[in-house]
């Protein structure tokens, strides 16, 4: 009987010290050497993995309220219409605040390059006149010197230059064997022919690639003026939150695009303007993006999925949402495409070297048949190798049309057009029609 009694007074420490154990969630009890374990030692094993697993279970959910940090906007620094028109005066005013794109090439960017309108920069009502002015042909004659064509053909022109004189010297001093490689005028003329069709038509092909670049950037513009428009319209009353989110996001579209089109090399990477406009967690995920026009995509879609599964959007707003932002998504790879595909190598190889060709037969043409004298000959080769060599460099200019065309412009004018979207909302439906307009009217910050 002293045996059990005492048995029984060890024990009920032994269990009052697991019940301790137990609340503190501490391990006090030595580990059995068996596979068999007490009950009290189950029972603090067993809290120990409650609370093993509430913790990771915590953890989980806290990954997941990151990850998914768009559609809880509680605990998230709270944005406001003000803090969205502010962040765009930034942008416009301030970090893209210059009139004409700095990331052209220098040859573009000279003064005397925009004294007269061109294809770089965006025409207004002004340049259009002076366009179709009758004056434009003293115009271009006045400014030849400072053509930016000229100074692209400069370098080709001054060898050119240079051989013609040369040709003359040894066609005049009938140099052994040299003057013996002279050709008629007859035959080369018919390789003129040829030489003129291959550039004229490749002109012409390029010419087709910058129309399409030009329609491609601007549905940019276009889809996303719509998609503004929309997120104003059918998801910033609903969540003011999310619809300002991916209005900053959609805002950024044209800038991103760009930066794509361009590289970071030429453009720079666009960081200050996005994380200006984005929130860090977002700005972190669109700049590690290989493509970061399809990570404002990949946003768009992931609200719109998300308002859809919770009842805020009707069908006819999830399609339309739906078809500007597969729009968008088309537009970036049609411009990819233009990038991605240049006009054939082999036709321009072989353009190339038949214009090589002729020019360096024609003032041997020219002076050895006795047609021209050697001045006349020296001024014909260089006014014709101008006309097929500047041909030839348009093509090359224009062939990659992102290089040239006015992206800074089209660029702001897409981020006002969303901030207007928002900013510059139309009046209620149920306001009094018979009330009078306000008297004074304060433009938005970034016009």
């Known amino acids: 009987m002293s045996f059990r009694v005492k048995k029984k007074n060890v024990a009920a420490p032994f269990r009052l010290l697991a019940v301790i154990a137990l609340f503190a969630g501490l391990d006090l009890l030595p580990r059995p050497t068996s596979s068999f374990s007490p009950p009290s030692r189950q029972l603090v094993l067993f809290a120990r993995k409650s609370r093993t697993d509430t913790a990771t279970m915590n953890a989980h959910s806290a990954q997941r309220s990151r990850a998914g940090s768009l559609f809880s906007t509680n605990n998230a620094k709270e944005d406001s219409l003000d803090e969205f028109e502010r962040d ?19 040859l573009f960017q000279t003064k005397a390059a925009l004294s007269l309108p061109t294809f770089t920069s965006i025409f207004t009502l002004d340049d259009w006149e002076r366009h179709a002015s009758r004056r434009r042909y003293w115009d271009y004659v006045r400014t030849f010197p400072m053509s930016r064509l000229a100074h692209r053909c400069a370098p080709q022109l001054s060898v050119l230059t240079i051989w013609s004189i040369l040709a003359c010297w040894i066609v005049d001093r009938k140099v052994p064997v040299l003057c013996n490689i002279a050709l008629p005028m007859t035959p080369l003329s018919l390789l003129s022919g040829f030489v003129a069709a291959l550039t004229s038509l490749r002109t012409s092909q390029t010419l087709s690639r910058l129309g399409e670049g030009r329609t491609a950037f601007g549905k940019v513009v276009l889809y996303t003026r719509d998609m503004a428009q929309l997120i104003a319209s059918s998801i910033y009353p609903k969540d003011r939150m999310l619809g300002l989110k991916l209005l900053r996001h959609v805002s950024l579209y044209g800038w991103l695009l760009k930066n794509f089109l ?16 984005l929130r860090p967690a977002d700005a972190a995920y669109v700049l590690r993006q290989r493509k970061r026009p399809s990570a404002v995509i990949a946003r768009l879609r992931q609200v719109f999925t998300h308002m859809a599964e919770e009842g805020k959007l009707s069908t006819a707003e999830e399609l339309a949402l739906d078809h500007t932002t597969q729009a968008l998504n088309g537009a970036l790879t049609t411009t990819e495409r233009i990038q991605a595909s240049p006009f054939p190598r082999l036709y321009t190889a072989h353009t190339s070297r038949l214009l090589t060709f002729y020019l360096f037969f024609l003032p041997l043409a020219l002076r050895g048949g006795g047609v021209l004298g050697d001045v006349a000959t020296v ?22 049309p992102f290089h040239l065309m006015p992206l800074w412009q089209l660029c702001k004018n897409s981020m006002k057009d969303v901030g207007d979207a928002v900013v510059c909302l139309p009046p209620k439906l149920d306001a009094i029609e018979d009330e009078d307009a306000p008297d004074g009217y304060t433009p938005p910050l970034y016009w």
């Open 262 to 277: 361009r590289g970071d090399k030429r453009n720079g990477n666009d960081e200050d303007i996005i994380r200006v406009m």
């Open 88 to 106: 765009l005066a930034i942008v416009l005013n301030d970090l893209r605040s210059e009139a004409h794109d700095p990331t052209l090439p220098r």
């Open 379 to 400: 001024f014909t080769t260089a006014a014709v190798g101008y006309t097929m060599l500047g041909l030839d460099e348009i093509s090359h200019l224009i062939e990659q």
